[in-house]
Structure formats: structure tokens, C-alpha cells
T-cell receptor
Framework: DAGVIQSPRHEVTEMGQEVTLRCKPISGHDYLFWYRQTMMRGLELLIY????????DSGMPEDRFSAKMPNASFSTLKIQPSEPRDSAVYFC??????????FGQGTRLTVV | QQQVKQSPQSLIVQKGGISIINCAYENTAFDYFPWYQQFPGKGPALLIAIRPDVSEKKEGRFTISFNKSAKQFSLHIMDSQPGDSATYFCAASTGNQFYFGTGTSLTVIP
């Protein structure tokens, strides 16, 4: 298996623009997590899905953030409108159980 | 509120030495304690994990020590190598959520 695949690896966008991050989890994994990593706040769980259903989105910072999982092999995290303080590395992770999460390589988002 | 407190923030160890990273938690509902290793430009990768029914788990040069009564656990890296230089995160899980520590940047100097 190729592991968790995220795209794009890097994204630079202007403030106010819509940003969509994509994730393909490991086949067969029932759980999918979106994390944000910054120097100031470390790794923060934004939202996680179980069997494509959002279970806990309490970590989503604002209504500007939304996440979907239309099927077992694809998820998106959207920020609209984006702001400079959204600049971070966003990780997607998947797992067979809610433990042992496998992380993708991340998307480095820069909002200017 | 930080659910898992990790220290130190950074650590420099000589090659061949022992690296020790500590974590503490408050929530007694946590039942799974993994450690993740992250290299620059990469996502965190599971290194080793322990459940609270054991006090120690060893995998190669990596050992987790777990003290349930003190609500503390630590990662020991024996015979540290320059290739171990990375950021290490402890985490705690209730079974449906992970809470990560703030990370420790380890540098092993030759």
C-alpha cells in the first residue's frame, strides 16, 4: 500500500481565496483524521471520520473550515475564505482502529 | 488545556548516549499511549506504543516506561544515533481521540 496520500504537498494562496486539501486514506482503514501542525500549537486534531461519517469536529477552528468524506477513499478539507493565520502544515491520517494512526506527508499551506 | 504535557522541548545527546523524553497526563480514561517520530518534511510515524496494563515495553533500542500511579510515561532511546535526530511526540488516546504532546526536538551529535 502506498500509505496515506495527500495533495497538494505545498499550497500558496492569497488571503480570501478558497483552499481545498485532499486526502486518500489507506485502503481498508475505517478512521480518517485531519490534523493541523504549527510551531505555536503543535499537532491539533481538527476532525475525524469513522466509516465516512464525521464523528467529532470540535477541533475545527471556525466555520471557515469544513471537511467532507464522500467515500471511503477520499476526503477533503476546505478553508473558505483563507486567512494568513491558517498557514500551517495539514496532515491527514487514517487507521484501522482509532489507535495506530498512519499519517500522510502533509500539505504545507501558506496564506499571504 | 494541554491534555498531555511533554518535556523537554529540545534535547541534545552524544552518539551512544541515552535519550529520555517524558510525558504526563491527567485523564485516567486514556488507555493507549503511542510515541511518534517525525523527520523534517514528513508526517509523524508510529514508533512504539504501550497500554496501561504493562509498565514497560521495549522494541530494539526504544523503550517506553509507564507509571500508571504517577500518570507519567517516558521514551528511552538507548545507544542514540545521529539518525535518531527527529522530533518525538507522545500521545494519549481514549480510544476515539488522540491528544498529542508538544513535541521534543532530539539532536544526536556524532
Amino acid at each position: 500500500d502506498a500509505g496515506v496520500i495527500q495533495s497538494p504537498r505545498h499550497e500558496v494562496t492569497e488571503m480570501g481565496q478558497e483552499v481545498t486539501l485532499r486526502c486518500k486514506p489507506i485502503s481498508g482503514h475505517d478512521y480518517l483524521f485531519w490534523y493541523r501542525q504549527t510551531m505555536m500549537r503543535g499537532l491539533e486534531l481538527l476532525i475525524y471520520f469513522n466509516n465516512n461519517v464525521p464523528i467529532d469536529d470540535s477541533g475545527m477552528p471556525e466555520d471557515r473550515f469544513s471537511a467532507k468524506m464522500p467515500n471511503a477513499s477520499f476526503s477533503t478539507l476546505k478553508i473558505q475564505p483563507s486567512e494568513p493565520r491558517d498557514s500551517a502544515v495539514y496532515f491527514c491520517a487514517s487507521s484501522l482502529y482509532p489507535t495506530e494512526a498512519f499519517f500522510g506527508q502533509g500539505t504545507r499551506l501558506t496564506v499571504v | 488545556q494541554q491534555q498531555v504535557k511533554q518535556s523537554p522541548q529540545s534535547l541534545i545527546v552524544q552518539k551512544g548516549g541515552i535519550s529520555i523524553i517524558n510525558c504526563a497526563y491527567e485523564n485516567t480514561a486514556f488507555d493507549y499511549f503511542p510515541w511518534y517520530q517525525q523527520f523534517p518534511g514528513k508526517g509523524p510515524a508510529l514508533l512504539i506504543a504501550i497500554r496501561p496494563d504493562v509498565s514497560e515495553k521495549k522494541e530494539g533500542r526504544f523503550t517506553i516506561s509507564f507509571n500508571k500511579s504517577a500518570k507519567q510515561f517516558s521514551l528511552h532511546i538507548m545507544d542514540s544515533q545521529p539518525g535518531d535526530s527527529a522530533t518525538y511526540f507522545c500521545a494519549a488516546s481514549t480510544g476515539n481521540q488522540f491528544y498529542f504532546g508538544t513535541g521534543t526536538s532530539l539532536t544526536v551529535i556524532p
